[in-house]
């Protein structure tokens, strides 16, 4: 297959969208040419031009009825899944994960380290940046998400205190020269030494600098966000908590629009009552992520994590002490449980996990069903909003032969 065969076909797709910007669905219909979205317009007002194709040779037509067209969605916060992890520094470990997240309608992810030895985030950042450059997967890593080392030795949560230390700057600039461009978020705790001038570094080099894993007080992030900080990581999690007379980590996130922020909608890293002022106060500027680690898509039991013992017990993922140590499901699982345990309409869930994420890690091309975004789509079922079929870059995805379909004049192939 070429690329000019390739080019030649037109995908007419057509059933309920949900663009991903919070409007409520419509019946339509979503064109794909060239591994992009050509067009997206309501039923009743399709175009001649399209409807003509619909008994043409030259375009390939699929009306999937009631079943919901969404963008894929963006977890910016993922370390693992189907038995594999980011830190094995593997390509068949991330192309394992990498299938798993993809059947489940994740197309996009920032491949997120842990706290770590700097051969092994060196390792991790290598394994990471050629299967993006070499295996058609491989474009469903949009970068990487560092975090750790650069951590609050207080605030560790499931990163191994052992190698948690100040930020060294000569480490990012070792690892912008070996892989430019690929580092797109630095998590790192604001009120260490070192961290203003990591955090200018992260900001010349198009890196989101965000806090996380921090005791930073609140005037101390206030700080920070002077200097360009811009996100803070799982809101709530592995951070100083807000009291009334010192708002710490978590009131100034609430406080300041400057901040964007995560949840993890997994039935224990928040209350729902949190999850609900988290949603209320920051509204646009909080999206969905999942902070899975190997076991997710995998059964009950005991694994490890950044050498460290996790246990798995329904679902759950725990220290022996009890400390969360990530989460087990993919993002449509989040989607799901904000529409049904949090009563969240499904236009606003899916925003949550598509334009949101999209924006927050400048990811200029994905996250809506619109006219030259890239075609990376999934098909949810009404009932149950089960993932029918993932579209990545224009191509369907096979969970079970692990191949791709490519479009042409001669069909779907």
Same mark, same amino acid.
């Given at each position: ?57 030259? =375009?390939? #037509?699929? +009306?999937?009825?009631?079943?919901? *067209?969404?963008?894929? /969605?963006?977890?910016?916060?993922? !370390? $693992?899944?189907?038995? =594999?992890? #980011?830190? +094995?520094?593997?390509?068949?470990? *991330?192309?394992?994960? /990498?299938?798993?997240?993809?059947? !489940? $309608? ?12 700097? *051969? ?294």
């Amino acid at each position: 297959m070429t690329e000019r065969e390739r080019s030649a076909g037109r995908l007419v797709l057509k059933g309920t969208i949900l663009d991903g910007s919070g409007r409520e669905p419509f019946s339509g219909y979503v064109t794909v040419e060239q591994g992009r979205i050509a067009s997206v317009f309501p039923e009743e007002e399709a175009p001649a031009e399209v409807m003509s194709q619909l008994d043409s040779t030259d =375009a390939q #037509v699929l +009306d999937f009825g009631n079943a919901y *067209l969404t963008p894929g /969605l963006i977890d910016i916060h993922l !370390h $693992g899944g189907a038995g =594999a992890d #980011v830190m +094995d520094g593997s390509a068949d470990s *991330l192309i394992r994960m /990498l299938r798993y997240y993809l059947a !489940h $309608g994740t197309t996009s992810i920032l491949a997120t380290t842990l706290t770590a030895p700097k *051969l092994d985030i060196d390792r991790a950042l290598a394994a990471a940046f050629s299967v993006q450059q070499t295996e058609r997967i491989g474009q469903v890593i949009q970068g990487v998400h560092l975090e750790g080392p650069f951590l609050s030795p207080k605030w560790p949560g499931a990163q191994h205190p052992q190698w948690i230390c100040n930020p060294q700057t000569a480490w990012l600039r070792d690892w912008t020269s070996r892989f430019p461009g690929f580092i797109r978020m630095l998590t790192l705790a604001p009120e260490l030494e070192g961290a203003e001038e990591a955090v200018a570094y992260a900001l010349e080099h198009s890196i989101i600098a965000a806090c996380g894993h921090s005791d930073a007080t609140y005037d101390q992030v206030r700080t920070a966000i002077g200097w360009g900080i811009s996100h803070a990581v799982h809101c709530c999690n592995a951070m100083r908590p807000f009291h009334h007379r010192e708002p710490g980590v978590v009131g100034a996130v609430l406080l300041h629009d400057e901040l964007s922020t995560e949840i993890n909608v997994d039935g224990y890293h928040l209350h729902p009552a949190a999850v609900e002022l988290i949603l209320r106060l920051k509204q646009d500027r909080v999206c969905v992520i999942t902070d899975s680690m190997r076991a997710a898509g995998m059964t009950d039991g005991v694994y490890h994590l950044a050498g460290l013992e996790v246990h798995v017990e329904q679902g759950a993922a725990r220290f022996a002490d009890g400390t969360i140590a990530g989460s087990t499901i993919p993002l449509v699982q989040t989607v799901r449980n904000l529409v049904q345990m949090h009563g969240k309409s499904l236009p606003e869930a899916v925003k949550h996990a598509t334009s949101i994420p999209a924006g927050i890690v400048k990811l200029h091309s994905k996250g809506l069903l619109k006219a030259g975004y890239d075609a990376d789509l999934v098909v949810l079922e009404p009932e149950g909003l089960q993932v029918k079929r993932v579209m990545l870059g224009g191509d369907w995805y096979d969970p079970e032969t692990h191949d791709f379909a490519y479009i042409s004049r001669r069909g779907l192939l």
